[in-house]
């Protein structure tokens, strides 16, 4: 990831460009792992950064995201579309299976480290699920230490194939 590098180059350092990484939709901690291990961050550090860092959004995509896809929906036809294109990925198959599994559900589907799931997915599909926080986030959070001790253990049989 060359954005990471540049941030790192600022002389923000390693830790703040793992951190910033896997505060990223979709990139996530899945990405913010390896590249905070390809800075020079140990495999163990990289994970906790990267982990601490995947959390800091979930809280506010929990309790704000219904309240800002209302606000958008009266912006513009481009904004309105956005929303409904949030809501169908929010409310699909997927989320139909973590509404019936709940707790389980939503902790699978966050730790699983494919295309689509993480934390902000997780929290979205709890938002519109009208989850409330103190029942959302244990799952969340599970399911985020699973993916990055996956993820963790992944990068570190990588590096030392490679190495």
Known sequence: MQIAGYIADMGAGEALATLIVAMLPIIELRGAIPVGVGL?????????????GNLLPVPFIIAFVRSLMD?????????????????????????????????WGLMLFVAVPLPGTGAWTGALIAALL????????????LGVLTAGLIISLATAGVVRLLF
């Open 71 to 103: 606000w958008l929906r009266t912006r513009s036809d481009r904004a309105r579309r956005f929303v409904r294109w949030l809501e169908r990925k929010g409310s699909g198959k997927k989320a139909i299976r973590v509404q019936q599994a709940q707790f």
């Open 40 to 52: 020079g961050l140990p495999v163990w550090q990289a994970a906790v950064i990267a982990m601490i």
């Open 130 to 141: 009208n989850m409330r926080m103190k029942r959302a986030l244990p799952p969340i959070v």
